[in-house]
């Protein structure tokens, strides 16, 4: 199961559980005084996704894929890749 955001920087991944929204992983990067490759949200970043109760990453694309195979409950359907939106 899908149980939080994250973001991929080449330093470090940032997870954040639900209800947190990928801006907030941005903003604990900066807290960290480390500046993100790319900062803009959106479906095609692949350095942008979620991460599942095993703490395995999956980008966006993934994620939408894994949550519908394991019929998890979705908000407003994505038609390509998922957003924090569409779980919580």
Not at 45 to 63: C, I
Not at 71 to 76: F, N
Request: proline share 5%; net charge positive; with cysteine.
């Amino acid at each position: 199961m899908i149980v939080g955001v994250a973001i991929r920087n080449s330093k470090v991944i940032v997870m954040l559980p639900k209800p947190n929204r990928h801006s907030d992983c941005f903003h604990y990067l900066k807290e960290l005084g480390i500046r993100p490759v790319k900062n803009k949200i959106g479906v095609k970043a692949d350095d942008q996704g979620f991460y599942t109760h095993t703490g395995k990453y999956l980008n966006r694309v993934q994620a939408f894929k894994y949550a519908k195979r394991i019929k998890q409950a979705l908000i407003d359907s994505p038609n390509f890749g998922l957003c924090s939106e569409n779980l919580w």
